[in-house]
């Protein structure tokens, strides 16, 4: 009768077809949800109760590539911050260093009404009527461009604009007062945050325009330019 019990107990299996099948969802789940500390708790239920070995190997290839992906994806977006930050911190100092003087931000601005040809040099303008107008100048800092608009009759009307990879923030350009944040339609039927701020530092008495969206413009501009710009005036929210 001892030696009948000892072999039963031997002979008893964990493996249960239903609680496999949970144990699998939970897993799926959790892996979808990126929760790797849920993940290991379903993947140790699974090999608990499921018997079949191939499904277990899939599960296991699934796990992987999930948190591979999510792995690379992390990499990317720290990445993306990074350059986010290192192109706002170079377009702060160009703005601050050529707010006085927005004609020498490039080595060739153009203006309205100069010749078309690229290579043809900005002619200086005599005419205080013909300097109603406005000129842009532009560098490029990697692969992106910064670019200043400016009046050409009084240079203290400017706005210093990029594109940046990431969301940016007022604070991203320095210290600051949020004057407002309003919400502004996006792609996909969905709405984003932009915030107009007024800039203090390297940049005091200007404004400036963020948007909480990835590949959305920054500006910079003296409150002046917005009478001179009514689609700027649009974007800054007046």
């Known amino acids: 009768m001892v030696l009948t019990a000892v072999v039963t107990a031997l002979g008893c299996s964990e493996k249960d077809a239903t609680k496999c099948q949970e144990a699998l969802d939970g897993t799926r789940k959790s892996v979808a949800a990126s929760d790797l500390a849920l993940t290991s708790q379903w993947r140790e239920r699974s090999y608990k109760y499921c018997e079949d070995q191939g499904a277990l190997a899939t599960l296991d290839r699934e796990i992987t590539t999930k948190q591979s992906a999510d792995a690379a994806a992390k990499a990317a977006e720290a990445q993306r911050i990074a350059l986010n930050a290192g192109l706002l911190k170079t377009f702060v100092t160009w703005a601050a260093d ?19 040809d690229p290579s043809a040099a900005k002619k200086p303008t005599t005419d205080p009527a013909a300097a109603e107008r406005f000129c842009t100048a532009t ?19 400017v706005l210093f604009s990029t594109k940046v990879p990431a969301p940016a923030s007022c604070d991203d350009l320095g210290p600051n007062k949020v004057l407002r944040t309003w919400d502004v339609p996006a792609t996909g039927g969905q709405n984003v945050k932009r915030t107009r701020c007024e800039l203090s530092g390297s940049l005091s008495g200007m ?32």
């Not at 931000?105 to 153009?110: G, L, M």
């Not at 500006?219 to 330019?225: D, E, M, Q, T």
């Open 139 to 157: 560098r490029a800092a990697g692969t992106t461009a910064l670019t200043a608009r400016y009046w050409d009759a009084d240079k203290s009307i």
């Open 207 to 238: 404004n400036a325009v963020v948007s909480a969206a990835a590949n959305a413009p920054v500006y910079i501009f003296s409150p002046s330019y917005l009478l001179k710009d009514p689609a700027m005036k649009k974007i800054a929210g007046e």
């Open 98 to 116: 050529n707010r006085a003087a927005p004609d020498h931000a490039s080595v060739s601005p153009k203006c309205d009404g100069d010749d078309p």
